[in-house]
């Protein structure tokens, strides 16, 4: 009996799977069509301005080019000498650069050059300011001659107290 009756179980679960599997395929369409008609409309990501110094990078301009657009702005040059391999620097970028009163302050009083002294010409400014030590950060006129500077890493409170003093001279 158990072996007359185990085929006959199997073509009932047989039957009912297909049963089943339909119903499935069913439900996957009409779940589709309703997220397809619904009213709801994906909103667009919204796009998060940067946060932080709007540096001018060395390998995309010169210092000839920054000091013009300071001209033009009527601003000062700030720069900023680093290396990728100077952990005061990332400390900078990470915690100083980024800061709301930094950075606005920064980004509305002067034009900021970030100086890889590894690349482009970045060794060559090295030498020419005398950035042995790094960071080095500098606060340049129109022409180019420095009013301020900075050997190492430093707060944030410093940092906006220097700019201060160059802006005020």
Same mark, same amino acid.
């Given at each position: ?9 199997? +073509?009932?679960?047989?039957? /009912?799977? %297909?049963? %089943? ?9 009409? $779940? ?12 667009? $990501? ?7 110094? $709007?540096?001018?990078? /060395?390998? !995309? ?15 000062? &040059?700030? &720069? ?14 990470? *915690?100083?650069?980024?800061?709301? *009163?930094?950075?606005? %302050?920064? !980004?509305?009083?002067?034009?900021? %050059? ?18 042995? *030590? ?6 340049? +006129?129109? /022409?180019?001659?420095?009013? !301020?500077? !900075? ?9 906006? /107290? ?8």
């Amino acid at each position: 009996s158990i072996i007359v009756s185990c085929p006959k179980l199997i +073509d009932l679960m047989k039957s /009912n799977l %297909y049963r %089943y599997q339909n119903i499935a395929v069913i439900f996957c369409l009409l $779940a589709l069509a309703l997220s397809c008609s619904s009213s709801k409309q994906i909103q667009p $990501a919204k796009i998060v301005p940067p946060v932080g110094v $709007a540096f001018q990078l /060395n390998h !995309n301009y010169t210092l000839t080019e920054i000091l013009e657009k300071a001209e033009l702005e009527g601003k000062l &040059v700030f &720069v900023d000498f680093y290396a990728s391999w100077c952990l005061p620097c990332q400390m900078m970028d990470e *915690e100083v650069f980024n800061q709301r *009163e930094v950075f606005k %302050y920064f !980004n509305e009083n002067f034009i900021s %050059y970030k100086v890889d002294v590894e690349k482009n010409n970045g060794a060559n400014l090295k030498l020419l300011f005398q950035a042995d *030590e790094l960071p080095t950060l500098l606060f340049l +006129d129109k /022409n180019g001659r420095v009013i !301020n500077r !900075n050997a190492g890493g430093i707060s944030q409170t410093a940092l906006l /107290n220097m700019a201060k003093i160059a802006k005020g001279s």
